[in-house]
């Protein structure tokens, strides 16, 4: 299994489109790694997770083949985590070839609602339903598993804007697993009776890491939060010596680029991503 970080900041990216702080400054001065867009992966090419606005441009930037993709997993419904009108460009008339291969959306009700309204502008652009068989939403709830395309995928309870319904994904297939833990503070403690009564050794865990270095568990995290997290999958035994943790999803506001915070993230055995970054496990 292979994740793929296309984009991993937070909303406002970093640098933050209108900002002149000193992070966001310095971060423009150096470039490279420091440069981030907004959060989005894909595992193994086959699962994209989030539909933000930077998605065109991950497809560019990557090679991404955004026709071919055909399951996406949207952990909440905050606007950089979903753009739904982006899916307007798959109806009828904008997308060619397609026909018959049509863009399965998984989420909570509130984005799933979301991708309803956007199928229903499109086809109100027509007299015919130009989004038919282009974009099927799927509603998802938490602690409910289900299979796309192979994997075994199982929405958690995240700690979040409660108004969204927040979901991590649980993604498992041919003997690997992954959480992808984004957007959240602090597990719910229902999460962790669901993770500990369905016990699955995690190769990899993408870590919520939006403050980086600055003390924070509510809605989001830093590095001494996901610590905390790592802790207790040791303790519960959900984790082992192999298992790779990844610092992902950052704001500008955590005081720090990405070249300065690699040394805290290694002192506690953290990868941090960068755009474009790709783990195997």
């Keep these: 299994m292979k994740i793929r970080y ?25 470039g490279g790694r420091n440069i981030r867009t907004r959060s989005q992966a894909v595992i193994d090419d086959t699962l994209l997770l989030d539909l933000n606005a930077d998605t065109y441009i991950h497809s560019l930037f990557y090679g991404l083949d955004l026709p ?5 997993l ?17 109806q009828e008339g904008f997308a060619h ?11 909570t009700y509130p984005a799933y609602a979301k991708v309803v309204a956007a199928i229903d502008k499109g086809t109100g ?26 994997y075994r995928i199982t929405p958690l309870a995240a700690q979040h804007d409660v108004r969204c319904e927040p979901v ?14 984004h957007d959240t503070g602090l597990f719910p403690e ?6 500990i009564s369905h016990p699955v050794k995690l190769n990899l865990v993408s870590f919520d890491s939006t403050h980086s270095i600055q003390a924070n568990s509510s809605g989001h995290m830093g590095f001494a939060a996901n610590a905390q997290i790592r802790d207790r999958l ?48």
């Design 168 to 181: 991590i994904y649980l993604i498992e297939k041919d003997g690997k697993a992954l959480l992808y833990a």
């Design 190 to 195: 229902e999460t962790w009776e669901y993770l």
């Design 6 to 30: 296309l984009g991993t900041a937070a909303c406002e990216g970093v640098p933050a489109a209108f900002c002149k702080c000193e992070v966001c400054e310095r971060s423009r001065k150096a």
């Design 234 to 281: 040791m303790k519960e035994g959900l984790v082992d010596e192999n298992t790779v943790y990844v610092a992902n999803h950052f704001t500008h506001n955590g005081g720090v680029t990405y070249d300065e915070m690699l040394p805290v993230a290694e002192k506690y055995g953290f990868l941090v991503s960068y755009d474009g970054m790709e783990v195997e496990i």
């Design 68 to 72: 071919s993709i055909h399951t996406c």
């Design 97 to 107: 070839g397609i026909d018959g291969q049509p863009l399965s959306i998984y989420g």
């Design 125 to 150: 652009y027509a007299d015919h339903n130009v989004m038919e068989n282009r974009v099927v939403p799927v509603r998802v709830k938490a602690f409910e598993p289900f299979e796309a395309e192979g």
């Design 74 to 90: 949207i952990t909440h419904d905050h606007e950089d985590h979903l753009y739904q009108d982006e899916l307007l460009n798959r």
